[in-house]
């Protein structure tokens, strides 16, 4: 079974930043895409960034030039640095993976975290 655990989340103020961290863990074999999402009150899961195992990155244009998609595949773990942050960035963040599992036999399944709250104020 695969795990994905976000963490970094908090209250900063309008300007400030922060940065996202989600480690997964689990009988990982490889994972190819890692990206985060994220959720605001009322309002659909948006795509804000992925990468992939090679290192292309692709952002949502609400945040191109502010926010910065990392990744270390050794420690299977995605980044989120957020920078220049605006109170319409306030969500719950959640990231993801397309992980390859082996536990005997291969198993493709795109894994979840919990989710983590970040909230800008003005």
């Known amino acids: 079974q695969v795990q994905l655990v976000e963490s970094g989340g908090g209250l900063v103020q309008a300007g400030g930043s922060l940065r996202l961290s989600c480690a997964a863990s689990g009988n990982i074999f490889k994972i190819n895409t890692m990206g985060w999402y994220r959720q605001a009150p009322g309002k659909q899961r948006e795509l804000v960034a992925t990468?992939?195992?090679?290192?292309?990155?692709n952002y949502v244009d609400s945040v191109k030039g502010r926010f910065t998609i990392s990744r270390d595949n050794a420690k299977n773990t995605v980044y989120l640095q957020m920078n220049s942050l605006k109170p319409e960035d306030t969500a719950v963040y959640y990231c993801?993976?397309?992980?390859?599992?082996?536990?005997?036999?291969?198993?493709?399944?795109?894994?979840w975290g919990q989710g983590t709250q970040v909230t800008v104020s003005s």
């Open positions: 993801y993976g397309e992980v390859w599992s082996y536990g005997g036999t291969y198993h493709y399944t795109n894994d």
């Open positions: 990468i992939t195992s090679g290192g292309s990155t």
